[in-house]
């Protein structure tokens, strides 16, 4: 696989995130507070929760139903109730867009 276009950059603004579901995975693209994208697993580990419609602080996105909170960078949670990490997907940004590889995970 390779890295498929999810949005512009101009699309997603500092501190906010969206879901995309790319060859059957639901992925959380996230712009943190810095203006740096990431991507992980939407799927919050302790509930069937969106990480997406969470709320971005800093380097972590929180699930709104529990508030666990997860590393943007390494997917783990740094608060319970979850305890399980969620995976982190390789982003790209290429000619202004943004780009997540489903298939390269650099975390869990």
């Known amino acids: 696989m390779s890295a498929q276009r999810v ?3 101009s699309e997603l603004a500092p501190g906010t995130a969206r879901k995309v579901v790319l060859d059957g995975i639901a ?6 507070s810095d203006g740096v994208v990431h991507a992980l697993g939407d799927t919050c580990t302790h509930g069937d929760i969106s990480l997406a419609e969470g709320f971005v ?9 529990h ?3 997860f590393s943007l960078t390494t997917g783990v949670p740094s608060t319970l109730p979850a ?3 969620v995976p982190v997907f390789a982003v790209e940004i290429i000619d ?3 780009h997540v590889d489903p298939a390269a995970r650099l975390a869990v």
């Open 7 to 9: 949005c512009a950059e």
């Open 67 to 69: 508030g666990s909170k």
């Open 27 to 32: 992925i959380a693209v996230v712009r943190d």
């Open 96 to 98: 202004g867009g943004i």
């Open 83 to 85: 305890y399980e990490p």
């Open 57 to 65: 602080e800093g380097d972590s996105i929180e699930c709104w139903a």
